[in-house]
């Protein structure tokens, strides 16, 4: 399968702190990668590196085959990426309508079959199409930030802890949704939720104090139950 | 009764005015978080260029365009020479875009001379209707339209248009516009010179209002404008508007009541109001 | 580094000692009243530095405590009698009120965030001069007043010599006051608020210490200010007031206290010329314009002013000797 995007030896800086320090990862076309790490490894900060919210100051990102490491944020969505951030990022006094709006390159017969897609995924959100987004519930937000990234075109979805504060019913939901999902497009997720990263994760790598320490396939790692200790503190 | 109406309307007219000032200064504060204290300089060119268009051609509609004209430039040089070098540094941006009304201001003096200008009411709004003993001036009601035609039809760009739907989502999270794929620079400068518009706007509609301009009119009104944006809300379009009508009717009522307390009066509120109540009547950011 | 210091310190002595002798030796008065200008200036820019360039606060409203002063002392020498006792107690009483004020004012207020804070203290310092033209018992509003200075102060030097005092002595109480630990952690307010309240410092209670003592040494200015003119009007507590400050202050430098004295220097001296040369060019009546177009490109290019842009010169230089001792250290080591 080929490789959508090539993160390789990555440094960034948040101010004069040095957070990552060395971050090298692969997300191939049609899998699920995840990235797994403590709190505070670095996981979030990789995915607003590769969208420029948080340039690298060294290493290269390529995405498709092009380089876009010192390229804009805009210009990185645009090429076809997607992210649902930690806090998902919804605009809360702008309808449900609204938020999906916002992300919709143009409003052509793909985009709107995209939306017919994601709407049949997330039913909830038609029910509450003309609410403030503010008002829906946790769930709900995660659903729609999800939705939100999904129709903007993009070929690779960044997302960023879809389980954090859901109950289990939900997350299933959430979990069900990001496997059909994965028909369509590329998807790189962080998750702590090791039950849930197992079960859709097809690679992981392993961040820890801003550096990739393992990479490889999930399956392997669902047997190494030293290197989940020593890093996940579980097994 | 008459002078309670006649205060009204001259009140609405001012607060209209004021209006138009504060609503560029809250949508640029809203979605770029800068504050710009040059902002009542626009408004003082307005109001110059637009008497200086009317001296010219005796034409108050190419008066009123001249003066959008004007705004459209100076927005466009603010945005690219004067904000933009500074973008994310708040005492920076405080510092510089004083130092740009100080330079706004003396330019006006330096082009149009030192002195007071008269300016004229076209002849089309020149008078009043009376209606029994009730007097209303012509040229207040036109404001009053004119102010509530702005705001509705930016009212509608904002929640019906999707450059309006980008700027309102800008105001909540520009982070995550730009991962929508949005360039949220062109957003900005489209947005910096729509509020200079507006200023320039409302200059040239106060020329003719007031009778006379001199270039420090634009940092009296900038004064009421900032009361109004804190007052209304920081980013809040519908909040400036409430604030400015209610900014410019205790202004008129006062002035007439008690003048010399006028001004204070408003200083007052927004004091008040920042104190108790920072983020303004009406909440936007999350 | 303890002796460049000491080479600072002797430099500023023979300055000082340059400064002290200068109306000995010469009997120009234009230049005795303009220097005498600059030193109250530089004050009024000192103590503005000790909020922008020290703890990052930008106030718009530091004319009401530049007036206060000058009323204070204006008021009480014409109420009373204008004799030197009356005057050092104007002053004193001109600070107090200052103080107490900034006090009100700095807890009201300080809490805001940046962009709050300096619309509401330029809000602030227009009710100010609202009610100094209002209150024309006391003020004669606009048209102001002129008084009579003690005796002593009719002879330009002794004034000069009065003022050069209260410029020195300002300077190196401040000098220490920025040096002291609580200076230090007016620095690290300005450097990262956020992070000196995580380290368990009363951000607020810094600040409003800060603007106390800037608002009591701008009284001094007006003070000074007021008896140089023997006239006070509302002027004093303008908005052009506010901007000296501010940019004798940037196009100095901010945070070197040293570079707000220069600040006043490099800008009253121009202003004296420019305005000199209004005669034959009538565009130069605006010289104001060129100091605004000049701090726009100082805030954008030199956001350190001369002073810094100067330090930062000399560090540079000197900076790569220090980068290439390292590794030959560390290989020492290893
Ligand atoms: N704006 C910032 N300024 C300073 N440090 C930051 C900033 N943002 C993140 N960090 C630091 O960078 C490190 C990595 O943060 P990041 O958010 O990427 O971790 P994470 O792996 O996503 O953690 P979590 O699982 O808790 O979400 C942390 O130590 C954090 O404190
Ligand atoms: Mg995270």
């Known amino acids: 399968m080929n490789t959508m995007l090539k993160v390789e030896g990555v440094h960034t800086y948040i101010g004069q702190y040095h957070i990552l320090q060395g971050v090298n990862f692969e997300a191939k076309e049609g899998e699920v990668s995840v990235l797994l790490g403590r709190n505070g490894a670095g996981k979030t900060t990789t995915l607003k590196t590769i969208l420029g919210l948080t340039p690298a100051t060294k290493g290269c990102i390529t995405f498709k085959g092009q380089e876009i490491t010192k390229k804009p944020t805009h210009v990185i969505a645009n090429s076809g990426i997607g992210y649902v951030p930690e806090d998902q990022g919804i605009f809360a006094t702008l309808t449900v309508e609204e938020n999906m709006k916002v992300a919709m390159r143009n409003e052509d017969e793909v985009t709107m079959r995209k939306q017919d897609y994601v709407l049949d995924l997330f039913p909830d959100l038609k029910t509450f199409w003309k ?59 962080v998750e702590q939720n090791f039950m849930m990263a197992s079960r859709i994760g097809d690679t992981y790598t392993l961040l820890d104090d801003g550096e990739t320490v393992h990479s490889g396939m999930m399956q392997d790692l669902i047997q190494d139950e030293q290197i989940k200790r020593k890093y996940l503190g579980i097994g | ?15 209209m005015l004021i209006f138009l000032l504060a609503a560029g200064l809250t949508l640029i504060f809203g979605l770029m978080d800068v504050l710009n204290f040059a902002h009542g300089g626009l408004f003082a060119w307005g109001a110059y260029s637009s008497v200086w268009f009317y001296s010219l051609t005796e034409s108050f509609v190419i008066a009123i365009l001249g003066a959008i004209l004007t705004g459209i430039i100076l927005g466009f040089i603010t945005e690219k020479l004067i904000i933009k070098p500074v973008y994310g540094n708040h005492v920076q941006q405080i510092l510089i875009t004083l130092g740009f009304m100080l330079v706004l201001t003396e330019m006006l003096k330096v082009v149009f001379g030192p002195n007071q200008i008269a300016a004229k009411t076209p002849p089309y709004f020149v008078g009043s209707w009376e209606f029994g003993d009730v007097i ?15 705001f509705g039809i930016f009212q509608y760009i904002l929640k019906k248009t999707k450059i309006g739907l980008i700027v309102r989502a800008g105001v909540m999270n520009k982070e995550m516009v730009k991962t929508l794929g949005i360039n949220i620079n062109n957003v900005f400068l489209y947005v910096f010179i729509a509020g200079a518009v507006l200023a320039s706007l409302g200059g040239a509609l106060m020329a003719p209002y ?21 007052i209304g809300g920081m980013g809040s379009f519908p909040g400036s508007l409430l604030a400015a009508v209610l900014v410019g009717l205790t202004g008129s009522y ?8 006028s001004l204070a009066v408003n200083m007052m509120i927004m004091a008040i109001v920042l104190i108790f109540r920072p983020q303004g009547l009406f909440r936007v950011k999350g | ?133 209002k209150w024309r018992s006391l003020t004669s509003g606009n048209d102001g007043f002129t008084f009579r200075a003690p005796e002593v102060f009719k002879d330009r030097m002794v004034f000069y010599l009065v003022v050069l005092v209260c410029l020195v002595v300002v300077y190196i109480l401040l000098r220490r006051f920025v040096q002291s630990p609580l200076g230090h952690v007016l620095v690290a307010v300005r450097e990262n608020e956020q992070r000196t309240k995580s380290l368990g410092y009363k951000v607020l209670h810094y600040k409003v210490i800060a603007s106390i003592v800037a608002g009591v040494v701008a009284s001094l200015a007006g003070a000074l200010y007021a008896i140089s003119l023997r ?33 006043a220097g490099v800008i009253e001296l121009s202003q004296h010329y420019l305005s000199g040369l209004a005669k034959d060019y009538p565009i130069f009546e605006r010289w104001i314009i060129f100091f605004g177009i000049l701090y726009i490109l100082a805030v954008i290019f030199f956001p350190s002013g001369i002073v810094g842009t100067i330090r930062q010169a000399f560090h540079k230089r000197k900076k790569p000797r220090v980068v290439e001792e390292k590794p030959s250290n560390s290989k020492g080591e290893s």
């Open chain 3, 231 to 263: 006239f006070v009007n509302t002027s004093v507590l303008t908005m052009d007031i506010t901007l000296d400050a501010l940019l004798m202050t940037i196009i100095g430098g901010v945070g070197t206290l040293i570079g707000p004295i220069i600040g």
């Open chain 3, 1 to 133: 580094m303890t002796t460049k210091y000491q080479w600072n310190n002797i430099f500023l002595t023979i300055i000082v000692i340059v400064l002290f002798i200068f109306p000995f030796v010469t009997d120009s008065r234009t230049w005795t009243i303009l220097l005498t200008q600059i030193f109250i200036f530089s004050i009024l820019a000192m103590s503005y530095d000790i909020l922008l360039g020290y703890t990052g606060i930008v106030s718009f409203g530091h004319a009401m405590f530049f007036g206060i002063g000058a009323y204070t002392t204006a008021v009480m020498l014409d109420r009373v009698e204008p004799t030197v006792g009356v005057f050092i107690l104007s002053i004193a009483t001109g600070m107090v009120i200052a103080g107490i004020i900034s006090f009100i004012v700095g807890l009201l207020t300080l809490r805001l965030k940046s962009h709050f804070y300096a619309m509401l203290t330029l809000a602030l310092s227009g009710l100010f001069l609202v009610l100094a033209e």
């Open chain 2, 210 to 230: 007031s009778g006379v301009i001199y270039a420090e009119m634009g940092m009296e009104f900038a004064i009421l404008g900032f009361i109004v944006v804190v």
């Open chain 2, 1 to 15: 009764m008459e002078l309670l109406l006649n205060l009204t309307i001259n009140g609405l007219a001012t607060g």
């Open chain 2, 254 to 261: 006062m002035a007439y009541y008690v003048p010399s307390l």
């Open chain 2, 136 to 150: 209303i001036i012509k040229y207040r009601v036109f404001i009053i339209i004119v102010g509530f035609l702005v």
């Open chain 1, 131 to 189: 609410k403030d987004g503010g008002l829906l519930s946790g769930g709900q937000k995660q659903m729609l930030a999800m939705a939100r990234a999904f129709v903007g075109n993009s070929q690779l979805l960044l997302i960023d802890e879809p389980s954090k504060g859901l109950a289990p019913i939900v997350i299933e939901k959430v979990m069900e949704a990001i496997i059909d999902m994965k028909k369509q497009t590329t998807i790189v997720l």
